[in-house]
């Protein structure tokens, strides 16, 4: 359930947009004036800001500058003024879209979803970004000899693809592989029993039968 604050001093439009937003599955909350809206924002997080440009005291362009300084919360902006200037003057202010009014319902909503859509893939960018460097830093501070590490660094640059072990024995032992040489596959058990040590999944490295190890961020535990 996404949270949208409307902020628009037509208690009507409010009551409208209200009803119209949770009948999708939003949880919607309405304030009349700027300073409302900031005050609100302090205290709760939402995931959308509909903010109406002609508003009393604080007019939308001011509000929507002070919730870009302070918040990373999108700003779909209500105007009934549609010229370029206006619509220039809210995007440098930090509106990431317009709608005119009148405007019709489901134009809305598509834009809403839109927004919506784009913020939750930049979340899930950011959770993996995070994800990721938690990983990278905890496998960094694993006790690992340096052909361990070498090793490990080549198999997590090709994350999810399948590496030879002729590859590995040659870009990171610096030798041919030998069918009698278990070198390689020490160094492999090595790595996997001091990840384990550390808290983690074996299931780091894989093994792929006749062809080679792989390494994967993600693994089912």
């Known amino acids: 359930m996404s949270k949208i604050l409307v902020v ?3 208690v009507q439009l409010c009551e409208l947009l209200t009803e119209v937003l949770e009948d999708e599955g939003h949880d919607v909350s309405c304030v009349h004036c700027g300073e409302s809206a900031i005050e609100y924002l302090q205290n709760k997080g939402v995931d959308l800001v509909l903010l109406d440009v002609m508003l009393p005291n604080l ?3 001011q509000v929507a500058r002070r919730i870009c300084q302070r918040f990373a919360t ?10 370029e200037a206006t619509m220039l003057d809210g995007l ?3 509106a990431d879209h ?3 009014k009148p405007f019709k319902v489901p134009e809305l909503l598509i834009r809403i979803s839109a927004i919506l859509r784009r913020v939750g893939l930049e979340r899930q960018r950011h959770m993996i970004r995070s994800g990721e460097e938690k990983m ?3 496998m960094s501070r694993l006790p690992l000899t340096s052909t361990e590490a070498e090793l490990l660094e080549y198999l997590i640059k090709n994350d999810g693809i399948v ?3 002729a590859e590995l024995q040659k870009q990171v032992l610096k030798k041919e592989l030998s069918p009698f ?3 390689l596959d020490m160094h492999i058990s090595n790595i996997r029993r001091k990840i384990v040590l550390a808290g983690m999944s074996k299931l780091h490295i894989k093994t792929v039968r006749g062809r080679g190890y792989s390494y994967s961020e993600c693994v089912n535990h």
């Open 8 to 10: 628009d001093d037509d």
């Open 59 to 61: 007019d939308g362009m």
């Open 74 to 83: 999108p700003i779909l902006m209500l105007t009934a003024l549609g010229d």
């Open 92 to 94: 440098q202010a930090g």
């Open 98 to 100: 317009f709608i005119t």
């Open 136 to 138: 990278a830093a905890e």
């Open 163 to 165: 590496v030879s072990k």
């Open 181 to 183: 040489d278990r070198n």
